[in-house]
């Protein structure tokens, strides 16, 4: 499938923002994010682990980490609606999967090419949501 540059630019400079605009999380340790696949595997990965085990607001999972949790699903909605927005040939259409699905797509995408960790997350987020069939591209 061909990726087009101008997509890539533009959901990267999504994500930048994206970050910036987060504000900082009391007790989030000062290591640096480098928007990478390792983070967002990570991140999603606790994702699921908090709803699925603990469910959300339960007094033992309350030491869980809310930044990387929040990051991962801001990540996929923003990949997802940056899409939407600026590049018309492609139809992200998440209202037709549920948010769990494109996250689990992500976790899978990743779990399954460990060699594309390095790259940049945003990339890594729509090159699985159109692997999953959640985003598709219109012939050019």
Not at 43 to 59: I, N, P, V
Not at 108 to 130: I, K, N
Request: proline share 4%.
């Amino acid at each position: 499938m061909k990726h087009s540059h101008p997509l890539l630019a533009v959901v990267s400079v999504g994500a930048i923002l994206l970050t910036v605009a987060i504000p900082r999380v009391v007790g989030q340790s000062d290591q640096e994010r480098t928007g990478t696949g390792h983070e967002l595997q990570q991140d999603c990965t606790l994702y699921f682990s908090f709803l699925g085990k603990t469910g959300a607001g339960r007094e033992e999972s309350h030491n869980e980490d809310p930044f990387g949790m929040g990051y991962c699903a801001g990540i996929v909605r923003g990949v997802a609606n940056s899409a939407n927005a600026f590049h018309p040939e492609i139809d992200c259409r998440l209202n037709d999967f549920t948010f769990h699905e494109a996250v689990r797509a992500v976790v899978r995408y990743l779990d399954r090419r460990p060699q594309s960790l390095d790259e940049q997350d945003t990339v890594l987020v729509l090159r699985a949501l159109q692997l999953a069939s959640i985003c598709t591209a219109s012939a050019p």
